[in-house]
């Protein structure tokens, strides 16, 4: 009588049945797997949004001795031009000391994890797109395919943007340009949506062509609605 054991063989039955069960866990995980570049872009505009608002936290602009002081407040603002190579990015700055209503170089917020960079991905007569300082994955039409930003109940001005006080609370306001008088800038007292699309224009989007991200009055909370 020989000692030791012997190992037994699959059965034809349980080498179907292992397959069988791989493939249903390939075909649930494979999803997870795929790029979703509206969520990603979304994702990454809602990361930029609450830092802005955590600089304007941060970095009170009040001045007593400046009657203009509430355009230098942290912003972030959306626009596309030849500097963009004419696709969406956008920029998280403090207009000060121009008070232009655009961002100087020097006025654009330093990247925290590469203090090399600028937090823009390009801006009309201050930053090209392939700029060794810009931010390339803020330029959003370039790195996720978004055609299209829409604004809604955010306040007036073009380009769009939105602008936190030192409470984080969103701020309204005609901020877009120097030949446009600042006018008193107002707490936001409705919830402001940013829709960001993959067609232009974003009112023909269909909800899988569409993300919207809400600023709530008062809090400042922002999310994907």
């Known amino acids: 009588m020989t000692s030791g054991f012997y190992r037994k063989a699959f059965t034809m039955l349980e080498l179907v049945f292992v397959i069988v069960v791989v493939g249903i866990l390939a075909a649930t ?7 979703d570049n509206l969520q990603e872009a979304a994702d990454q505009v809602v990361s930029h949004l609450r830092y802005t608002k955590h600089l304007a936290m941060v970095d009170e602009k009040f001045d007593l001795s400046d009657v203009t002081w509430y ?21 998280i700055f403090s207009d000060s000391p121009t008070y232009s209503g655009s ?7 330093k990247n925290i994890l590469d203090n090399n960079k ?17 931010t390339r994955e803020m330029n ?4 996720f395919g978004i055609e299209d930003v829409e604004f809604s109940n ?5 380009p769009k943007r939105i602008a936190f006080d ?22 936001l007292k409705q919830q402001c949506k940013i829709s960001i699309c993959t067609v232009n224009p974003c009112t023909s989007a269909s909800s899988s062509e569409k993300i919207t991200i809400a600023i709530e009055p008062i809090t400042g909370y922002i999310h994907i609605l």
Not at 140 to 143: D, P, W
Request: net charge positive; charged share 20%.
């Open 103 to 109: 961002p100087g170089i020097s006025e654009l917020a």
């Open 29 to 35: 995980m494979a999803p997870r797997f795929t790029r």
């Open 166 to 187: 030192y409470l984080g609370r969103p701020i309204t306001g005609d901020i877009s340009s120097s030949t446009k008088p600042y006018q008193k800038s107002r707490i």
């Open 140 to 143: 959003i039409g370039k790195k």
């Open 154 to 158: 955010c306040g007036s001005g073009s």
């Open 118 to 134: 600028l937090l823009s991905g390009g801006y009309s007569g201050v930053l090209q797109w392939d700029d060794s300082r810009a």
């Open 71 to 91: 355009k230098a407040r942290w912003q972030l603002l959306f626009g596309k031009s030849s500097y963009t190579d004419n696709e969406y990015a956008y920029s």
